[in-house]
C-alpha cells in the first residue's frame, strides 16, 4: 500500500513515540516502555471472561498486524555515513582514514549492487522484514552453547505478599496466570501490544470501542491518528508449546500447541502432569499444587547421567546425541519435552545474595534445565522466581510482555493462597516420570557435555551495584536522557578501569514494524569520549559548567541515535543483511567486509541491555566476547542499577567500582560540586 511509505514529518512524529532500549540481538534484556506502562496498560482491559483469562479485549489481538508498516531499509549512504561517525572514537586517524576510503568504495561499488538486490528481494517479500530471515539464520545457524552464548535471565520482583513468597505457591501462581496468557492470547482477546504516545486519548473505552470497527488493512492508522503505536506481535506465538531443535548444520524451531501438559523439572528428573484439561479449562490450582508437592516429595538422588546437561552443548555435538537419543528409543519421551507448554524448574537451592541469583538464574547447575524450550521458569527452595530463555525465536518485548502481565496477575489474582490445601486427588496416576534409554555413547556424551557445562560456568564472574544517590527523576531535571548517563557511565568506566574506548553494544526493538527485531545503539561516541577523558584525565583543567554541558551533549547525540535506531534507521541490520547476503550467494567477501575495523566493531566488548519493570528485580547475560562484559543495567525513579558479567579477561570487581565512581563524579557536577580525579 503507498500509504506506508510514511512521510518524513510523520516519521517525526512517530519517532517521539517509539524510542525506547530492548532486546538485543545477540543478548536480550528488554526495557518496558516509560514508567512501567505495560503494567498500567494492561489494567485497561475490559472486562474478565473467567478465571481461565488473564481479560477479555474488544479490540482483537491481531487486530493491527496486518496494517503495520514494514520495515524500511536505510539509504545505503546513510549507514556508511553512520557506520563512520561509530568508528570515529574507536580508531586513530590512519585507522580511519583506510576505513574511510574503503567505505565509500563500497558504497559505489558492490555494496550499491548488494543494496539494490536486498531492496529488490525486499519488494517480493512485503509479508515480512528484510531482516527476518537473515537474523533467524544468524541465531539457528550458530553452533555454540546457548548458555551463556545466547539464553539470557530476568528475575522477578519478591511478591508484595511476603506469605506468598514460597516455591510452591509462586509455581502455582505462575503457572496457572501463564497458562491463562496463554489462552487469552489464543482466543485472540489478550489486548493488543500499544504505545500509547496520549493514553487519555487512545488507552480509553471510548477508542477502542472505535478501533475495533476499522479495517485491519487499516486499523493502525486509525491508531496513529490518535498517536497510539501498535506493535508486532508476531513472535508471541513461539513462547509456548515451543523449542530449539538441534539439527546439523541450523537448527529448528519446533511448535505444537495441541500439547496440554507442563514439562517440570526437579534434582535432574523430568516430569509432565496436564495443566490444561480435556475440557479445554486449565486445571484446578489445587490439583497443581498437588502435584508440584508430589514432585517436591520424590526422594530420588539425582539421575547419575542427567540428560540436561546436553541441550548445554555444541549444537552439533548435541544434534549428533539427539539423533542417538531418537535410535536408542527415546521419540516418545524427547516429544513430549518439546511439546510441553513451557518448563518449570523447581531447584533444591536457597539464594544467599544477588550475584548467586544470577548465576543461578542464567546457568544454574546444568542438570535441572531444558536450555531447548522457549521460556523456563526457576523458582528457588526460599520462593525467588526467574525466567531463562532461549533467544533463536524471539525478543525481548514478547518475553518481558509476559513476565508484567504474569506478576500483574499472581498479585491481583493469586491461584492459590498460603492457606490453599492440595487437592485429594492421586498425583502418582496424573504426573509421570520421564525416564530415557541411554547406551554408553550417550553416557559418555553426558559426561563430557557435564564437564564443558562446569569449565564454561566457573569462569564466568558476575557482580552487581547500587547507586542509591538519584535516578530518572533527578535526570529528568536536569533534561538529561537516563539511558544516555547510564550508557557515558559504562564507558567512564571502563576508560578508567582500561584507558580505552572500546566497540560497544545497546540494543533497540524495532517492533514497531512488521516482522521487526531490533537495531544496535553505538554508546560509544566521539561526545562521550570527549566527556570521558575530561572527567577521568583532567577534571581540574574543565569548570563545573563545562562538564555539565558536556554531558548535555552526550545526552542529546544519544538521545538522536535511540531515535534513528528505534525507526530502524541504524546501520548495523543493514550491513548484516548486505553481509548476509554476499555469504548466502557464495559471493566474494567485500574488502569492507575484511576490514579489521569492521571486525573489530563488531567485537562487542561492552554488551549492553536495560531492563526497568514494576514486575523485574534484575536482568543478566554472559559477555558476548571472551575479552567482554555484559552489561545489564536499569535506571529507576530514584536509584540506577547495574548486574555485571565478565570472564577471567576482564575484573568484574574492579569495574563495578570504576561504574560507581563515574556516577558519583557525574552527580556530583549535576550537584554543582567538584570532582576529584
Not at 586517524?93 to 574511510?100: A, G, S, V
Not at 558536556?550 to 543483511?577: N, P, V
Request: charged letters at 20%; glycine letters at 6%.
Amino acid at each position: 500500500m503507498a500509504a506506508l511509505r510514511l512521510s518524513p514529518a510523520v516519521r517525526k512524529l512517530k519517532l517521539k513515540a517509539l524510542c525506547w532500549a530492548a532486546s538485543p540481538g545477540e543478548r536480550c534484556i528488554a526495557r518496558a516502555p516509560v514508567g512501567g506502562w505495560t503494567l498500567q496498560r494492561a489494567s485497561s482491559s475490559s472486562s474478565i471472561p473467567d478465571t481461565d483469562y488473564l481479560h477479555q479485549s474488544i479490540v482483537p489481538t491481531h487486530h493491527f498486524q496486518k496494517s503495520l508498516p514494514r520495515l524500511p531499509i536505510p539509504k545505503l549512504q546513510d549507514t556508511v555515513c553512520r557506520f563512520l561517525n561509530a568508528q570515529r572514537p574507536l580508531l586513530d586517524n590512519d585507522q580511519y582514514r583506510r576505513t574511510e576510503q574503503l567505505a565509500h568504495d563500497f558504497e559505489q561499488g558492490i555494496g550499491k549492487q548488494l543494496h539494490e538486490e536486498l531492496v529488490a528481494q525486499d519488494k517480493k517479500n512485503k509479508h515480512t522484514s528484510y531482516i527476518s530471515g537473515p537474523w533467524f539464520d544468524m541465531y539457528l545457524s550458530a553452533r555454540e552453547s546457548v548458555v551463556l552464548n545466547f539464553n539470557p535471565f530476568i528475575s522477578f520482583n519478591p511478591d508484595p505478599n511476603p506469605a506468598h513468597n514460597n516455591q510452591l505457591i509462586r509455581a502455582v501462581n505462575m503457572t496457572v496466570s501463564a497458562v491463562r496468557f496463554m489462552k487469552t492470547f489464543r482466543a485472540g482477546i489478550l489486548e493488543p501490544e500499544i504505545f500509547h504516545l496520549n493514553p487519555a486519548k487512545s488507552d480509553t473505552a471510548v477508542f477502542k470501542n472505535i478501533i475495533r470497527f476499522v479495517p485491519t488493512s487499516i486499523s493502525w492508522y486509525g491508531a496513529y491518528m490518535v498517536n497510539a503505536y501498535p506493535l508486532d506481535m508476531s513472535q508471541y506465538y513461539r513462547l509456548f508449546n515451543s523449542t530449539r531443535i538441534p539439527r546439523p548444520v541450523q537448527d529448528e524451531l519446533f511448535t505444537n500447541d495441541s500439547g496440554k501438559h507442563l514439562l517440570v523439572m526437579r534434582n535432574g528428573h523430568f516430569y509432565i502432569f496436564d495443566v490444561i484439561g480435556q475440557d479445554g479449562k486449565i486445571t484446578k490450582p489445587a490439583e497443581i499444587l498437588a502435584h508440584f508437592k508430589y514432585i517436591l516429595s520424590d526422594s530420588s538422588p539425582p539421575p547419575e547421567f542427567p540428560l540436561g546437561y546436553l541441550t548445554s552443548e555444541n549444537r552439533d555435538t548435541w544434534s549428533s546425541l539427539r539423533q542417538r537419543l531418537l535410535e536408542a528409543g527415546n521419540a516418545e519421551v524427547l516429544n513430549k519435552i518439546d511439546c510441553a507448554v513451557f518448563c518449570v524448574c523447581l531447584d533444591d537451592i536457597t539464594i544467599k545474595d544477588h550475584v548467586e541469583l544470577s548465576h543461578n538464574m542464567l546457568h544454574g547447575n546444568g542438570f535441572n534445565r531444558w536450555y531447548d524450550k522457549s521460556f523456563s521458569f526457576i523458582f528457588t527452595k526460599d520462593g525467588c522466581a526467574g525466567v531463562n530463555f532461549e533467544h533463536s525465536w524471539g525478543d525481548g518485548v514478547a518475553v518481558l510482555r509476559l513476565l508484567n502481565e504474569v506478576f500483574k496477575d499472581t498479585i491481583n489474582r493469586p491461584a492459590a493462597l498460603p492457606t490453599t490445601q492440595p487437592a485429594a486427588v492421586d498425583s502418582s496416576h496424573n504426573v509421570q516420570k520421564l525416564e530415557f534409554k541411554l547406551d554408553d555413547v550417550l553416557k559418555e556424551g553426558i559426561l563430557n557435555a557435564k564437564e564443558k557445562f562446569s569449565t564454561s560456568v566457573s569462569s564466568l564472574s558476575m557482580d552487581a551495584t547500587e547507586f542509591k544517590k538519584g535516578g530518572k527523576v533527578l535526570l529528568k531535571k536536569h533534561n538529561l536522557s537516563p539511558d544516555s548517563v547510564a550508557q557515558l557511565t559504562i564507558q567512564m568506566a571502563f576508560l578508567r578501569q582500561y584507558n580505552k574506548t572500546v566497540p560497544t553494544y545497546e540494543s533497540c526493538s524495532t517492533a514497531a514494524f512488521k516482522h521487526g527485531r531490533t537495531e544496535t545503539i553505538r554508546p560509544a561516541t566521539i561526545y562521550t569520549q570527549k566527556c570521558c577523558e575530561a572527567f577521568v584525565k583532567e577534571p581540574s583543567k574543565h569548570s563545573i559548567s563545562d562538564l555539565k554541558a558536556m554531558i548535555g551533549e552526550c545526552s542529546k547525540y544519544h538521545w538522536q541515535l535511540t531515535k534513528e535506531a528505534a525507526m530502524a534507521q541504524g546501520f548495523d541490520r543493514h550491513l548484516f543483511a548486505l553481509y548476509h547476503m554476499t555469504k548466502s550467494k557464495g559471493m566474494p567477501l567485500p574488502e569492507l567486509f575484511q576490514d579489521p575495523s569492521y571486525i573489530q566493531i563488531n567485537h562487542n566488548i561492552l554488551s549492553t541491555s536495560t531492563l526497568t519493570s514494576p514486575a523485574v528485580q534484575s536482568g543478566g547475560f554472559a559477555p558476548v566476547v571472551p575479552d567482554g562484559f555484559g552489561v545489564g543495567y536499569g535506571v529507576h525513579d530514584n536509584w540506577i542499577g547495574y548486574n555485571i558479567s565478565s570472564y577471567p579477561a576482564r575484573d568484574v570487581k574492579e569495574f563495578i567500582k570504576c561504574i560507581y565512581k563515574s556516577l558519583d563524579d557525574i552527580f556530583d557536577v549535576l550537584d554543582g560540586q567538584s570532582i576529584n580525579g
